[in-house]
């Protein structure tokens, strides 16, 4: 029933652009708090960035922090993630991650390569 489904990952050089998209569909997005992670092989999942439900406040891993903005359009039940100046160490799987009252919820993640 709830599917969270990202989009816009892929390849890119240092110093590239790349925007992803988290779409909802069977929860009321937007009353919820939207989360990116990102996890890179062997490593833990780790958070990048959050927003809040109405898109008030927002909060960034200190190694995103400056080049990745989180933003949300409840109206299009989509957050995304504008990530520039990309660095090899930004290349992870990265997935979106939304609360509803007490319930977790995970999309299946978009690879993110950043080499040259």
């Known amino acids: 029933q709830v599917q969270l489904v990202e989009s816009g990952g892929g390849l890119v050089q240092p110093g590239g652009s790349l925007r992803l998209s988290c779409a909802a569909s069977?929860?009321?997005?937007?009353?919820?708090?939207v989360s990116w992670y990102r996890q890179a092989p062997g490593k833990e999942r780790e958070s990048v960035a959050a927003?809040?439900?109405?898109?008030?406040?927002?909060n960034y891993a200190d190694s995103v922090k400056g080049r990745f903005t989180i933003s949300r359009d409840n109206a299009k039940n989509t957050v995304y993630l504008q990530m520039n100046n990309l660095k090899p160490e930004d290349t992870a799987v990265y997935y979106c991650?939304?609360?509803?009252?007490?319930?977790?919820?995970w999309g299946q993640g978009t690879q993110v390569t950043v080499s040259s």
């Open positions: 991650y939304a609360r509803w009252f007490t319930k977790d919820y």
């Open positions: 927003i809040t439900s109405a898109g008030g406040s927002t």
């Open positions: 069977g929860i009321t997005f937007a009353i919820c708090p």
